[in-house]
């Protein structure tokens, strides 16, 4: 049911205006753009999550728990973050409307119940952290941020991370304690073709092995990571730790 509502992110269907929305931000205030694009980040994680089967698994947890009280606090959990996904979609919204359309109190609302939300999802957490430390462990599924991925790397490693959200997709590098995104302005359905196609360079047919498609291999790579990685850019970049999604996981490293 959720899935079929407005702003529900079952599919992602709420994140691509919402990214888009943080990249314009970081764009247009870039004091604060680190924030924005460390909020990106996390958001993008949420593609490449599946949710149906996450919410399979807290509720065969839930259930399993035998507890009352677990599921009483497990299921509020799962309430509040439908509510946050939504208020969250409702306010980007608001956001991104011209700025004659845009409704300031509608948006401040939007943003104390955001707020309100978050917070109360932390105390639930916390709840369930202190007084059943295991099944919480079970159930957390959190996006991890920019600042927790820096401090395992390595001062001459960086980690490279794509999504795609059917229509266009990022790519995220993080590499010194920062985040850089280049939009990938290539569909889903147009990855898995040139995939398919550089596939077809390893796939031994008869006796041979087909001579694969470099040209096609570094226009993929451009438009995947050209900016992220061009020549010069990261002279102390030394070691690349490669998260590849949807189409992508099918491609040698």
């Not at 299921?75 to 306010?91: K, M, W, Y």
């Not at 609302?109 to 462990?137: F, G, I, M, N, W």
């Not at 226009?219 to 010069?232: M, N, P, R, T, V």
């Amino acid at each position: 049911v959720a899935a079929k509502e407005r702003y529900a992110c079952y599919f992602g269907n709420c994140l691509l205006p919402y990214i888009d929305l943080l990249q314009g931000q970081a764009a247009k205030q870039p004091a604060k753009a680190a924030a924005f694009q460390s909020e990106a980040f996390a958001a993008a994680q949420l593609a490449d999550s599946s949710v149906v089967f996450a919410a399979i698994d807290q509720l065969s947890a839930r259930i399993a728990a035998r507890d009352p009280q677990i599921a009483a606090i497990a299921r509020d959990q799962q309430d509040h973050g439908e509510q946050i996904l939504r208020a969250r979609a409702e306010l980007a919204a608001e956001l991104g409307k011209k700025a004659a359309e845009r409704n300031a109190a509608r948006a401040a609302e939007l943003r104390h119940k955001v707020e309100a939300l978050d917070a109360a999802s932390a105390q639930q957490e916390l709840q369930l952290q202190d007084r059943y430390p295991t099944y919480a462990q079970l159930l957390n599924r959190q996006a991890i941020d920019v600042a927790a991925v820096a401090k395992l790397l390595r001062p001459d490693e960086g980690l490279l991370v794509y999504t795609n959200l059917i229509t266009k997709g990022y790519s995220f590098l993080i590499y010194k304690r920062q985040v850089q995104t280049q939009v990938v302005r290539v569909s889903k359905a147009d990855l898995l073709q040139r995939v398919d196609d550089l596939r077809d360079g390893l796939t031994v047919k008869g006796q041979s092995l087909p001579d694969f498609d470099l040209q096609a291999s570094y226009a993929l790579f451009h438009d995947l990571f050209g900016e992220l990685l061009a020549k010069g850019k990261h002279p102390g970049l030394k070691r690349l730790i490669v998260v590849p999604s949807s189409a992508l996981l099918s491609l040698p490293p």
